[in-house]
């Protein structure tokens, strides 16, 4: 069988053409624009007409090389000699297609769950399209939208197998993106094309339309990743950590990045606050229309759900797929997400639309994302005594999301709570300062996020420095950033709880502010207390 290029998949639908526009001028522009396969889709066309239309594609398209594939109509497929043949669930058995077609036909088959994913292999398809991944208007669907996080779970099941995997359902440029580098399994299986339906056949100009989704497709496979460390391995030590902590911190105070923060309301002021008291500038905005321009001038955005209301969460959307697109860490606090059904919903939502390069948590929110029930929570806070074994716990959860981002990309996770557990999957950090004092206090975890976000944004200040140097992509490491700004923090406490001037809560956080811009160089090396596991 010839080698088939399924990167990207045009999908027809003459019903999305513009007011003018000839479906076979569509088709060919389509084509010079570097789409690699079609699939022709007529569902409410007579045999004639689909014919006629199938038999003029196949043309065009043996002119450009490329695979035609016929939707559902084994008639017309063997009529115009198609490349392949595309069955939906209830359409005509793999197997049946397979015993009528000539010999190395292609044929593909739709799933949307690991039990259709089973019968493909079963049936011996040669590709599968996956989805709906995301909501679309092009097809009514009668299938739950599975999400990027869900592709990843039925590549899983095709380790092994030589069945390739298309995903489809809602894809356009704006989520290209987030798709390819989402749709990882466990084992680094990602996918092998993209279907695209209305991008480009509702385009005026389907060419350019197509080779924008092609040159997406490219650089992606030229990066590899979106928040790839500079070193993911297992070289960080005690003395290197706390070195690159340290220019973190005289990077925050020189360059003063920006950072974008929708947070909970409960402590808007404390962490802006926070955030100018170790160097850096907040902006707290949540308007959905102020997101691409935030996104240009920003260092790190910080996304908390503590105060989890619709306009928010429209912003929160737009804001984590703007930062992503130019490249700028994403601190994420699922705050208080195993406490009702709406919030898992909304955070599955917002993992599903962008990558985050540090999530922070409480045992009991991070259990939840994991789908643990060794931490329970009570409203925000974590119930029960922790993880058994937190060190592998914090590793596994980091391995498990940075397969949401492609193999060889890193998102960070931080266990919060007395002592400190940070991961990039490899590695992982175990921090032993604090105090008490901050478990009084409404809003400290927020606060660490913003530390996290402040020390992150300078990461990849540093990364941007380097790239202008060496003229080629790096990424800032988002595992210095976490400790960076959980070190900053819990320093700051114990030093702020020690003063004479603190009689308790209510006059620790003002002591707090105090310590987190006296915070030093000197500090950090003298005070320090982590481990490199």
């Known amino acids: 069988m010839t080698l088939i290029d399924y990167s990207l998949y045009l999908v027809t639908d003459r019903k999305l053409l513009p007011p003018g526009k000839d479906y076979f001028e569509s088709l060919e522009q389509s084509l010079r624009g570097g789409v690699t396969i079609v699939q022709i889709r007529e569902k409410d066309t ?7 239309i199938a038999l003029r594609s196949k043309d065009l398209c043996d002119r450009y090389k490329v695979p ?21 669930q209830r359409d005509m058995p793999v197997s049946v297609a397979r015993k009528l077609l000539p010999a190395n036909t292609i044929i593909g088959v739709s799933c949307n769950n690991l039990q259709e994913i089973e019968k493909a292999i079963q049936d011996g398809a040669d590709y599968v399209g996956i989805g709906a991944v995301w909501a679309t208007t092009t097809k009514d669907l009668d299938k739950p939208v599975i999400g990027v996080r869900g592709v990843g779970e039925m ?31 466990p084992n680094n299986h990602a996918l092998d094309g993209v279907a695209v339906v209305s991008e480009i056949m509702g385009s005026l100009i389907p060419e350019q339309a197509a080779a924008r989704l092609s040159e997406l497709i490219s650089s992606f496979k030229r990066s590899g990743c979106i928040h790839k460390a500079l070193s993911v391995s297992s070289d960080y030590s005690v003395t290197t950590v706390i070195d690159g902590v340290v220019d973190l911190l005289n990077c ?3 360059r003063s990045p920006l950072i974008h923060q929708i947070t909970n309301n409960v402590v808007i002021a404390q962490s802006a606050n926070a955030t100018i008291a170790l160097g850096a500038s907040p902006i707290m905005a949540t308007t959905v229309q102020e997101m691409e321009d935030l996104a240009k001038i920003h260092g790190a955005l910080l996304v908390n759900i503590g105060t989890l209301v619709p306009t928010a969460y429209e912003g929160m959307m737009a804001a984590g797929t703007f930062a992503n697109a130019r490249r700028k860490p994403v601190v994420f606090d699922p705050v208080g997400v195993g406490a009702s059904e709406f919030r898992k919903k909304a955070v599955g939502g917002l ?16 259990a939840a994302l994991a789908g643990s029930n060794e931490v329970q929570s009570k409203g925000v806070d974590s119930v029960g005594s922790g993880f058994k074994d937190p ?55 927020c606060i660490s996020g913003s530390c996290i976000a402040s020390y992150c944004a300078a990461a990849m200040s540093k990364a941007q420095m380097a790239e202008e140097d060496q003229g080629k992509m790096v990424i800032g490491d988002m595992f210095l950033g976490a400790i960076g700004g959980i070190l900053a ?7 702020a709880a020690v003063r004479d001037d603190v009689k308790g809560p209510g006059t620790f956080f003002p002591a707090l502010i105090d310590e987190l811009s006296l915070l030093s160089s000197r500090i950090i090396r003298e005070r320090a207390r982590i481990q490199i596991l």
């Open 252 to 254: 925050v105070r020189e």
């Open 46 to 52: 007579d045999t004639a007409e689909f014919l006629d």
């Open 489 to 495: 923090l819990t320093i700051s406490a114990e030093l």
């Open 68 to 88: 035609l594939i016929v939707n559902d109509r084994l008639d017309i497929a063997l009529a115009v000699q198609a490349d392949g043949l595309h069955v939906g």
């Open 391 to 445: 060190v592998s716990f914090v590793r596994n959860v980091a391995r498990k999301e940075r397969k949401h981002s492609i193999s060889s990309s890193c998102c960070v996770v931080v266990l919060s709570g007395k002592i400190d557990y940070i991961s990039d999957g490899t590695n992982v950090a175990v921090l032993e300062n604090g105090h008490e004092l901050l478990s009084k206090m409404t809003g400290s975890g």
């Open 155 to 185: 590549l899983q099941r095709l380790d092994g197998t030589s069945i390739k995997a298309v995903a489809i359902g809602g894809i356009k440029s704006q989520n290209l993106l987030r798709t390819l580098h989402g749709s990882v399994s």
């Open 351 to 366: 993992l599903n639309t962008w990558q985050s390069s540090v999530i922070k948590g409480n045992a009991a929110e991070l």
